[in-house]
């Protein structure tokens, strides 16, 4: 939510310049007519399985959290240092939003750290993609919903990368499995059927 105008915003123009400038950037302000998402993808920097691990009462001086990740330059691990905040319950993940390029020019130090919508499922892994939501305006705090899902028959079908993700094709697109002319097609009633074989026939 905006400040009000105080004395210091009405004497330097230039701090209510840079507050507009914050908010443009972080995506607060919407014109009549705009599409607001309320829900977005984001990819997967870290997942805490313990808790306190990316969030604490002691910042960056506490352990690190060693991570291991896939992706298109190969398997690597490194290390996440945890930011200074309230102690994030097991099951966070640390992630950037890829929706309309909200994070790119976050550093991986300051991306948003959220909380399990539904602690016990499923946890998701460094590398691949998550739905995101916030519970205030100003998007401080945030809860991870679910993984992003896609069609992953010929894969590990627990594990989605965004790198697979963005390597799909049209033809592997979920509508191409509904071709329109073959019998059994979710838009096939019937009516081209034999009567004899046309549930329906009775009916007209």
Same mark, same amino acid.
């Given at each position: 939510?905006?400040?009000?105008?105080?004395?210091?915003?009405?004497?330097?123009?230039?701090?209510?310049?840079?507050?507009?400038?914050?908010?443009?950037?972080?995506?607060?302000?919407?014109?009549?007519?705009?599409?607001?998402?309320?829900?977005?993808?984001?990819?997967?920097?870290?997942?805490?399985?313990?808790?306190?691990?990316?969030?604490?009462?002691?910042?960056?001086?506490?352990?690190?959290?060693?991570?291991?990740?896939?992706?298109?330059?190969?398997?690597?691990?490194?290390?996440?240092?945890?930011?200074?905040? $309230?102690?994030?319950?097991?099951?966070?993940?640390?992630?950037?939003?890829?929706?309309?390029?909200?994070?790119?020019?976050?550093?991986?130090?300051?991306?948003?750290?959220?909380?399990?919508?539904?602690?016990?499922?499923?946890?998701?892994?460094?590398?691949?993609?998550?739905?995101?939501?916030?519970?205030?305006? /100003?998007?401080?705090?945030?809860?991870?919903? #679910?993984?992003? $899902?896609?069609?992953?028959?010929?894969?590990?079908?627990?594990?989605?990368?965004?790198?697979?993700? #963005?390597?799909?094709?049209?033809?592997? /697109?979920?509508?191409?499995?509904? $071709?329109?002319?073959?019998?059994?097609?979710?838009?096939?009633?019937?009516?081209?059927?034999?009567?004899?074989?046309?549930?329906?026939?009775?009916?007209?």
């Amino acid at each position: 939510m905006s400040l009000p105008l105080t004395n210091q915003k009405y004497r330097r123009p230039l701090v209510t310049f840079a507050d507009v400038l914050r908010k443009e950037a972080a995506g607060q302000y919407v014109e009549r007519g705009e599409y607001v998402p309320f829900m977005f993808r984001a990819y997967v920097y870290a997942v805490d399985t313990v808790g306190a691990m990316l969030e604490n009462d002691q910042g960056e001086t506490g352990p690190d959290l060693e991570q291991t990740v896939t992706d298109s330059q190969g398997t690597r691990s490194f290390n996440v240092k945890a930011a200074l905040g $309230p102690p994030n319950p097991p099951d966070s993940v640390k992630a950037r939003i890829i929706t309309n390029n909200m994070d790119q020019f976050l550093d991986d130090d300051d991306l948003r750290v959220y909380w399990p919508m539904f602690p016990g499922l499923q946890n998701p892994s460094p590398g691949e993609l998550v739905y995101v939501v916030f519970e205030d305006s /100003s998007m401080t705090h945030g809860l991870w919903v #679910s993984k992003v $899902p896609f069609d992953n028959r010929y894969d590990n079908p627990n594990l989605i990368l965004q790198r697979e993700v #963005s390597e799909l094709s049209v033809s592997d /697109s979920i509508a191409s499995s509904y $071709p329109d002319d073959e019998p059994g097609d979710a838009a096939d009633t019937g009516a081209n059927l034999p009567a004899n074989q046309n549930p329906m026939a009775d009916l007209f």
